[in-house]
T-cell receptor, first 115, second 111 residues
């Protein structure tokens, strides 16, 4: 069964450093998402991406965040200058097409720890 | 905030049916009801979705009331591996197709 792959599984970084979280969506999918989940809290939408541009973003997704699809397979989330409160699980998801009756496939997540 | 209301937690005996309710009284006509689950901080996993008709797949059944203001996810024969947090989500064009997760229902399946 096709799957969304995320690397690394765990990233530890110092406050103020830049991090890049990587995702390989399912190959024929066209819409990509990033979500985050702070420990013990709910899963929160960050951003959606289609056709090499952001479709929607939440208020969490401020200027410190950026997304990119640098090649035909990778989808990345960059945090420019990490803060302690950025510590969370980050999930990538992808769907085939943007309509209501579509299942989203999630990766297993990257646990980001900012120290 | 999420547009759904779910009980915080539920228990179910292994082998019995687990019935997880969800209220979504403000659902609009073009929004679907989705169910996802999350097993111990893994990535959310799709279970089932529906618009107004009842749906069944290999994992579960979804019963949607006629007025669409509530639904029930049914796991017909719960196993220990079904212990997870279950999320009921309404989504559609109005929400940009993003999934707005609430706190979900923590289901504990006991031996």
């Amino acid at each position: 069964e096709p799957e969304v792959t995320q690397t690394p599984s765990h990233q530890v970084t110092q406050m103020g450093q830049e991090v890049i979280l990587r995702c390989v969506p399912i190959s024929n999918h066209l819409y990509f998402y990033w979500y985050r989940q702070i420990l013990g809290q709910k899963v929160e939408f960050l951003v959606s991406f289609y056709n090499n541009e952001i479709s929607e973003k939440s208020e969490i997704f401020d200027d410190q965040f950026s997304v990119e699809r640098p090649d035909g397979s990778n989808f990345t989330l960059k945090i420019r200058s990490t803060k302690l409160e950025d510590s969370a699980m980050y999930f990538c998801a992808s769907i085939t097409e943007r309509q209501v009756n579509t299942e989203a496939f999630f990766g297993q997540g990257t646990r980001l720890t900012v120290v | 905030d999420a547009k759904t209301t779910q009980p915080t937690s539920m228990d179910c005996a292994e082998g019995r049916a687990a019935n997880l309710p969800c209220n979504h009284s403000t659902i609009s006509g073009n929004e679907y009801v989705y169910w996802y689950r999350q097993i111990h901080s893994q990535g959310p996993q799709y279970i089932i979705h529906g618009l107004k008709n009842n749906e069944t797949n290999e994992m579960a059944s979804l019963i949607i009331t006629e007025d669409r203001k509530s639904s029930t996810l049914i796991l017909p024969h719960a196993t220990l591996r079904d212990t997870a947090v279950y999320y009921c989500i309404v989504s559609g064009r109005n929400s940009g197709y993003a999934l707005n997760f609430g706190k979900g229902t923590s289901l504990l399946v006991t031996p």
